[in-house]
């Protein structure tokens, strides 16, 4: 176990809180960002603080003037980010002193994840915490020795005047320190091959589970703190767990969590989508900012959720969640953006968290009636939905029949008025000053919310969401894979200019393989096969079997990453162990396979004491130790029959299909004049063919 490592403590005792808000930024001065696309370093642009980005340049500088680094690391919809801005980097007198001892770099943490975990990892072992913003101070080769989240003026200023000093009169204890913490980052980081493990046992897997199931929290869904996050990964695994071996007690804390989530103020019951987390138990209170990133994978969620339980409220969030994100976040071009701001200008022109999305109860009755009390009822307009001053973010805690046996009026009559004041808020909300809009455009994160309108589709039926997600998937195709099948991570207005990381080949593939199965378009497969085959030849580390985060094409960093954790973003290895094993069963003699089985033994030690942080990998637990099925539908009637399968959530299959012979080896050999027939298989082995949706499903069950 590596040691915290706490040099330098006085420095860190500074780093207090503050409530002070961000107010409009002064445009007298102008720097390096402002040749920058990212929503976030623009907003640094006017700063007197001479930022630069993260280049090789501004790193070669430091080297030969001999200065630190301080590197400041935050995203746009960072509410304290915008706070420390306007206290400590609008300053003049702060910036020149800045100026004078280090080299400044400004971070997008949403364009550039590799740095940004690496100093994340340094922070936590210097402080044991972590957040944004993240401020860390470096030697000019870029090993840390100091670092802090938000940190108030009088401190920032105090703390910079030693590091100074420190630099200047006591290099080598600052060396000293920072090649120890240097090794530390590195170590923590590595994986080892482990060749003679077995794949974990189901009974392991339980055994995980069970050990898992104690921090649950069966009242109010998720688990037993606060904040809460709602970490989909987890929920999906969990569905999938318990639907494949018949736990009902799993499945109902799934519905709790779910249902939970959908009830509470961290879901826009005005508009739409999923706030980023709650800081309470209740799911009430919500970190307002709106990210792209959750609400891919939260649709994914609820429409499969809606698959199995076909309950009317998991269909309703998702569909809401996709017009939200149609909304808000559609580009012309068919990309998605990134995220909403958590803040924006209140009635006094002052940014305040919150401000566009909170109701006072005065509002509310002038604005909705007599239908009031309805509504008052529905969403706790009480003390239990009260925030602070005298603002309330919207929460329900009982079903449309308890409300509606309250006000005896009929389920039917209930949702007309409730759609009707819903629909009168968000006429009003428009009114208000928007929060302001991160609309640069990330692949991993398109990738996410691809995957969402694809499950959408799958399971709910509805055409729209098809065309969506292929007007998403062109744009991909056109603006973020190159010709060598290398991807871009980042897109703004006609621009792309950093190389991707292993997420963004890796969401993009489970994308792609899950479009084909609902279009049967052997493009998007053979788009999934090729950005593998790069990811394998520029991201494998051979010695362990893991991809690194990083590809061999960049300008190194202190530490090549290796990303194993599932956190509210699958972990890139878990999502690229599962493409694996999904493209192994259409290409077998390519050594996908394996490659899967290697991975899942390198990290499956971790899974009985952390399994909430590998929740993504024990899917392939299950698909290792239970049939995995490929199911082919030749004929005809292909695309009618395969649609109709698709609408079954089965987790453990991948569906292909053709109207005649295919290219893939499950497609030949298979047509029969006359006849439109669906063949079950396990590694190419398949049943007798059957010719209807519903026999191919009993095969699978049975």
């Not at 970490?231 to 709790?256: G, I």
């Not at 968000?426 to 809009?437: F, I, Q, T």
């Not at 698709?646 to 893939?664: A, D, F, M, T, W």
Request: negative net charge; aromatic residues 12%; glycine residues 6%.
């Amino acid at each position: 176990m590596i040691k915290r490592i706490t040099l330098l403590s006085v420095l860190f005792s500074l780093t207090q809180g503050c409530t002070q808000k961000a107010t409009k930024v002064n445009h007298k001065h102008t720097n390096n960002l402002i040749h920058e696309t990212s929503p976030y370093l623009l907003q640094h642009a006017h700063n007197p603080v001479n930022w630069e980005a993260w280049k090789p340049e501004v790193l070669e500088r430091a080297q030969k003037e001999d200065k630190p680094l301080l590197i400041s690391i935050g995203y746009a919809a960072c509410h304290w980010c915008h706070v420390m801005e306007k206290e400590c980097f609008e300053d003049e007198e702060v910036a020149k002193m800045m100026n004078e001892n280090f080299i400044n770099i400004k971070i997008d943490r949403e364009e550039r994840p590799d740095v940004d975990q690496i100093y994340m990892d340094a922070i936590q072992m210097m402080s044991g915490n972590g957040g944004w913003p993240l401020n860390i101070v470096a030697l000019p080769d870029g090993r840390p020795f100091w670092g802090a989240t938000y940190v108030p003026k009088d401190n920032w200023v105090k703390s910079l005047k030693q590091l100074t000093d420190l630099y200047k009169n006591d290099r080598n204890k600052i060396v000293e320190y920072a090649t120890n913490l240097s090794n530390g980052i590195n170590a923590i980081n590595l994986v080892e091959n482990k060749t003679d493990s077995g794949i974990y046992t189901p009974e392991q897997l339980d055994t995980a589970i069970a050990n898992w199931s104690q921090h649950f929290d069966n009242y109010l869904g998720g688990y037993k703190r606060a904040p809460k996050f709602m970490m989909p990964n987890n929920w999906d695994f969990l569905l999938h767990y318990a639907t494949a071996n018949s736990k009902p007690e799993l499945l109902e804390q799934v519905n709790v969590t779910l249902t939970r989530m959908a009830y509470g103020g961290i879901y826009d019951h005005v508009g739409g989508g999923f706030s980023r987390y709650a800081v309470d138990t209740k799911w009430h209170v919500p970190h307002f900012e709106k990210m792209l990133y959750d609400n891919g994978p939260l649709t994914s969620l609820y429409s499969k959720a809606y698959a199995v339980t076909k309950n009317e409220l998991y269909k309703k969030v998702a569909e809401q969640t996709i017009d939200f994100v149609k909304e808000e976040l559609l580009d012309s071009g068919g990309g998605f953006y990134s995220s909403l701001d958590a803040d924006s200008l209140d009635e006094h022109g002052e940014l305040e968290e919150g401000a566009y999305y909170v109701w006072t109860k005065e509002q509310l009755k002038q604005l909705l009636g007599t239908d009031y009390e309805i509504f008052k009822d529905y969403y706790n307009i009480n003390s239990y939905g009260l925030w602070e001053e005298g603002n309330y973010v919207l929460i329900r805690d009982k079903t449309d029949e308890e409300i509606a046996e309250k006000h005896k009026i009929s389920v039917s009559d209930l949702t007309e008025t409730l759609n009707k004041s819903l629909k009168t808020l968000k006429e009003e909300r428009v009114k208000r000053s928007k929060p302001r809009l991160d609309d640069k455009i990330l692949t991993s994160w398109n990738g996410l919310m691809l995957s969402g309108l694809v499950d959408a589709y799958r399971y709910l039926g509805n055409e729209e969401y098809l065309t969506l997600a292929l007007e998403n998937a062109k744009f991909i195709e056109k603006e973020m894979i190159k010709d060598d099948y290398s991807l871009f991570r980042n897109h703004k207005k006609g621009e792309s200019s950093i190389n991707a990381f292993l997420e963004d080949y890796a969401t993009v593939i489970e994308a792609y393989i899950g479009l084909y199965e609902v279009t049967f378009d052997e493009k998007w497969l053979n788009h999934s096969k090729k950005l593998l085959e790069y990811a394998k030849q520029h991201f494998l580390d051979k010695e362990s079997g893991m991809f690194f985060y990083t590809t061999d094409t960049d300008s190194s960093l202190i530490r090549r990453s290796i990303e194993t954790i599932d956190k509210e973003i699958s972990s890139s290895n878990s999502i690229m162990a599962k493409n694996l094993l999904k493209l192994h069963k259409l290409f077998p003699d390519d050594g996908y396979g394996d490659m899967a089985k290697q991975m899942l033994k390198n990290v499956q030690d971790d899974f009985t004491e952390s399994a909430q942080g590998y929740a993504n990998w024990m899917n392939l637990i299950l698909f290792e130790n239970r049939n995995f099925y490929e199911i082919a539908v030749v004929g005809d009637n292909y695309m009618e029959i395969g649609k109709e399968i698709s609408h079954s959530y089965i987790p453990n299959s991948i569906l292909v299909g053709s109207k005649r012979e295919g290219n893939l080896d499950l497609l030949k050999s298979r047509f029969n004049e006359g006849q439109t027939l669906v063949y079950v298989c396990i590694e190419g082995t398949c049943k007798l063919p059957v010719t209807s949706a519903s026999d191919a499903v009993e095969q699978l069950r049975d």
